[in-house]
């Protein structure tokens, strides 16, 4: 491959990154003409922008969170369909991150970089999986980007809940989960695994379930909290955002098992300081192995950082003999760890 020029045509600005022959922004953290969006986490996709692309997805999960009126106009190009935006061809490859998620393929004046959003290489029974695609420069986060996060699969952690719900069968279990993408991955999991009760949701949870559902991911009989007396939870399994997990919502449960499905619970500080007892190491994010495997694979010369553990993940890609920059885009907060 040539030496990546890369930055000549595709760099950060204070909107976010900017395609300059395409004039659009991907992800961009303030309104603009055009934008690229890879996924529905609110860190990426916002509202206000005049021309959205994105996966059909994106754009149910933006119009469910924002309105109908989310952008002035949108346009969705399914996965691997090429699109041409003023001689730049883009394409939404799969990243194995939430339902609909993409990473960016961007190809001009015989150069390819590929924006990975966010992404994962686990399986997760809710979205297509992670596809890979060599390129010139790959732009990455860098969320859980030091040795120590290891994450485990869905199904052992989901098992773990399951098994304390059989030594403890008069408690309920409260499961902290992001309303969009995990919550639906622990629920979808939970169902593979033969649990076939109702799931209890917190009314947060319920419009993206309903989402979920219409887009094709079955997730079983679900049942708002709401429309149920406290005295129906014992032994039940509840899921609620990571933020009621210690707010009044959750007092009305007596005495739950506090569960929460997070790449950060592999911190066992973390989970104390949440009064996590039941702490599952679970992420839509790639994790310190998957990552360098994915530097690996890719073959680019050069490794853009957008956000995260930038400065540790820099140093690891030097010493693989590979280019590391780190852009230090903000904005993007982790919606979704
Ligand atoms: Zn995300
Ligand atoms: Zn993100």
């Not at 890369?6 to 992800?27: A, N, S, T």
Request: one cysteine or more; hydrophobic letters at 40%; proline letters at 6%.
């Amino acid at each position: 491959m040539m030496s990546p020029q890369v930055q000549r045509w595709l760099y950060p600005v204070p909107e976010g990154l900017y395609c300059e022959p395409g004039q659009f922004f991907i992800d961009p953290r303030t309104a603009v003409d055009r934008a690229v969006i890879t996924h529905g986490h609110s860190d990426h996709a916002r509202s206000g922008h005049r021309a959205v692309l994105a996966t059909d997805e994106t754009i149910e999960i933006m119009k469910v969170r924002y309105g109908e009126n989310a952008a002035f106009s949108f346009q969705a190009l399914p996965y691997g369909q090429p699109l041409s935006i003023n001689g730049v061809t883009v394409s939404l490859i799969p990243a194995g991150h939430i339902l609909g998620s993409a990473q960016v393929v961007l190809e001009w004046a015989g150069q390819r970089a590929i924006v990975s959003g966010d992404y994962k290489r686990q399986a997760d029974p809710t979205c297509a999986g992670f596809e890979l695609r060599t390129c010139d420069v790959f732009v990455t986060e860098a969320t859980f980007a030091l040795p120590v996060f290891r994450h485990e699969t869905a199904a052992k952690e989901a098992a773990r809940l399951l098994d304390s719900l059989r030594v403890m069968p008069d408690r309920t279990h409260l499961l902290g989960a992001y309303g969009l993408g995990k919550a639906q991955r622990m629920i979808r999991t939970l169902r593979d695994l033969g649990y076939d009760r109702p799931i209890y949701l917190h009314g947060a949870m319920v419009g993206l379930c309903a989402l979920y559902e219409r887009l094709g991911v079955e997730l079983g009989p679900l049942l708002p909290v709401a429309s149920v007396g406290n005295d129906r939870l014992p032994g039940e399994i509840v899921v609620a955002p990571p933020s009621a997990l210690n707010d009044r919502w959750s007092r009305r449960l007596a005495n739950p098992v506090t569960a929460f499905a997070s790449g950060w619970m592999r911190v066992r500080g973390r989970a104390r300081q949440r009064g996590v007892e039941l702490p599952l190491v679970v992420s839509d994010h790639v994790d310190w192995g998957d990552l360098l495997q994915t530097i690996e694979e890719v073959q680019a010369q050069e490794i853009w950082v957008t956000h995260g553990r930038d400065d540790a993940l820099v140093h690891q890609i030097a010493k693989m003999g590979r280019r590391g920059r780190a852009l230090a885009l903000v904005g993007y907060e982790d919606e979704d760890d």
